[in-house]
């Protein structure tokens, strides 16, 4: 059974920096797109940024010039690096990975806080 493991939030106030992390296990083949989504509180899940094994990329308008994904393919492991970071990007992050069989798997989600 696949499994998305996130780690690195927390707490960091505005202007801050800070890089998730989400680690894929259990899996018998290479994840096609890994990528993160957010929900704030009392909205719906969004898009932040995913990335194809191949490299390339695609970015929500709010995380553009802000956040940074890349992957780790021989690990399965993909990142978000977050910088200036504002009150409205608090939310809850999942970890998100498609196969090539189009199977689709989610983390259980990580808080971010951005407040002073």
């Known amino acids: 059974q696949v499994q998305l493991v996130e780690s690195g939030g927390g707490l960091v106030q505005p202007g801050g920096s800070l890089r998730l992390s989400c680690a894929a296990s259990?899996?018998?083949?290479?994840?096609?797109?890994m990528g993160w989504y957010r929900q704030a509180p009392g909205k719906g899940r969004e898009l932040v940024a995913t990335?194809?094994?191949?490299?390339?990329?695609n970015y929500a308008d709010s995380a553009k010039g802000r956040f940074t994904i890349s992957r780790d393919n021989a690990k399965n492991t993909v990142y978000l690096q977050m910088n200036s970071l504002k009150p409205e990007d608090t939310a809850v992050y999942y970890c998100?990975?498609?196969?090539?069989?189009?199977?689709?798997?989610w983390g259980k989600g990580i808080l971010v806080t951005v407040s002073s």
């Open positions: 998100n990975a498609w196969n090539y069989y189009g199977a689709g798997y």
């Open positions: 259990g899996f018998i083949s290479s994840m096609n797109v």
């Open positions: 990335m194809t094994e191949g490299g390339s990329t």
